[in-house]
């Protein structure tokens, strides 16, 4: 039954893998392999040891068939051994390179010789555990044997508190709801893992040599190396290792899930733009071949203010609203066209002050009396194209103005431009009290020509811009949203230092 779920684990490590192909990944795929072959020695040594009874055997192999294969599964003990030490040693190993690969401490992160170090401990005690080596060194010298267990013993239980330790000091550094649900994820299956390894690591695979030696120096805590284990003690061993799995799996394959999620958002918002693509550059075309002749007429229509029977002030109504008229769709092309076309993006380290000056001091241009409160915290520079870069933040800037109107909440209307350091990332949010936006919306809110606005001025093409920037620069772009209470837009840049 622990085989069953330990093999699980290790298939939705893979697809972890397989969905997002980083470092981390592949820590974790060592980290369910690791606890896979433990508990597999684990299994083995159990049946092929007997001395239990037939209730516990049935718990722990379902059947007794199942239990006689394995009993008479062909391994030495010399391999079963090194089996448990090579699941056991490498375990806290993998944990703790982990933790050490989420870890936004700057002594940790700049200092990658912190690291390679981590892995001198397992190395040596693998290296003492292999069995020649094991025998050719315990045989003689009972002393060194209790040395061997109980160090080993003291630097597992060190690197577990670490990586732990790690983990919770991350988990309260995070101020970004959905960065630090993506960690809770991660890190509820690592300390799932952990609860499971924690109910054998107690115990030196150094006995599985020592087969029928005396036990004493072993047996420690629930363990599989009791003389006489009551049913009891191997129910809390297989009921704890089966809640631990369920969640371990059910974290990992929520974390995955949503990075496979995020992956398949953007291959669908591409071909959606591709479909429209040919089209949209046609209609572009056309419409501004039409604009352009009504610019004639309108002209025309200006020059009838010379005749004396000619209603002056009714045409000088026509020409200003087809004049405005005009000019608002001339407006709309050139943001449809800027949103199609290819553009180049040069980036070069550029002050975030810089960035958010520009890009409100443009936004009062078209709405003077909207405050924008700007909180640029510990942020000095982020590598940035400048102009494209403004361009989204204005629009960002425009969409928050444009929710607070349509809430009627112009007097006490809040928009906050704050920017902070963010894990790997530097932060540029903008948040808003307006109407906010249903989760049925925010699944939508960022597809081309999408827009909930009847208004010739929104053609839903502003957050998709945005969003195409933001990608063209290496970040990604969140929304959390809550319908009458307001929305937040959140710029996330790689880190520039």
Request: glycine share 6%.
């Amino acid at each position: 039954m622990l085989i069953i779920l330990t093999i699980t684990l290790v298939a939705a490590s893979v697809l972890t893998l397989c969905v997002k192909k980083s470092r981390e990944s592949m820590y974790m795929l060592g980290l369910c392999l690791s606890l896979m072959l433990e508990i597999c020695g684990v299994m083995i040594f159990i049946a092929k040891k007997g001395g239990v009874s037939q209730e516990v055997m049935r718990f722990l192999y379902i059947s007794p068939a199942i239990r006689v294969k394995i009993q008479y599964f062909l391994i030495t003990l010399n391999q079963l051994g090194f089996l448990i030490a090579l699941g056991r040693t490498l375990f806290p190993f993998f944990l703790l390179e982990l933790s050490m690969c989420y870890s936004m401490i700057p002594l940790i992160r700049k200092n990658t010789w912190i690291q390679k170090a981590a892995a001198v401990l397992p190395a040596v005690t693998l290296v003492l555990y292999i069995p020649g080596i094991y025998r050719a060194l315990c045989r003689p010298n009972a002393f060194f044997k209790k040395l061997l267990v109980n160090g080993t013993l003291l630097w597992i239980t060190a690197y577990l508190l670490a990586a732990v330790a790690l983990l919770v000091w991350e988990y309260y550094s995070i101020t970004m709801k959905f960065c630090k649900r993506q960690f809770c994820q991660i890190s509820v299956s690592m300390v799932a893992l952990t609860g499971i390894y924690l109910l054998y690591y107690q115990q030196d695979p150094g006995q599985v040599y020592h087969f029928y030696s005396d036990m004493s120096l072993w047996s420690k805590g629930v363990g599989y190396l009791q003389v006489d284990p009551s049913l009891f003690s191997y129910c809390v061993l297989v009921i704890v290792s089966i809640i631990c799995c369920i969640f371990g799996f059910y974290s990992l394959l929520r974390y995955t899930s949503s990075n496979f999620a995020a992956d398949k958002e953007d291959v669908i918002m591409e071909r959606k733009f591709d479909t429209a693509r040919v089209g949209v550059s046609m209609f572009v075309h056309s419409m501004k071949n039409q604009l352009l002749s009504g610019r004639v007429i309108y002209k025309r229509i200006g020059q009838l203010y010379e005749q004396p029977k000619v209603d002056v002030m009714k045409v000088r109504e026509y020409v200003d609203v087809l004049e405005d008229f005009n000019n608002t769709m001339l407006l709309r092309m050139e943001e449809l066209y800027r949103c199609v076309k290819a553009n180049a993006i040069y980036m070069v380290p550029v002050p975030v002050e810089e960035i958010a000056g520009n890009a409100v001091e443009r936004f009062h241009k078209k709405y003077p009396e909207a405050e924008v409160e700007i909180k640029l915290g510990d942020v000095s520079l982020i590598l940035a194209d400048k102009a494209h870069f403004c361009e989204a933040l204005y629009n960002l800037l425009v969409n928050a103005q444009e929710a607070v109107i349509e809430a009627g909440k112009q007097e006490e209307g809040r928009i906050l431009l704050q920017c902070r350091n963010e894990r790997l990332y530097t932060v540029i949010e903008v948040r808003d009290n307006g109407c906010g936006m249903a989760k049925g919306k925010l699944k939508k809110v960022f597809d081309p020509f999408f827009t909930s606005k009847n208004s010739n001025y929104n053609w839903g093409m502003g957050l998709y811009y945005v969003r195409e920037i933001v990608k063209s620069h290496l970040g990604s772009l969140r929304v959390e949203s809550r319908e009458g209470e307001g929305s937040s837009f959140c710029i996330l840049l790689p880190r520039y230092q």
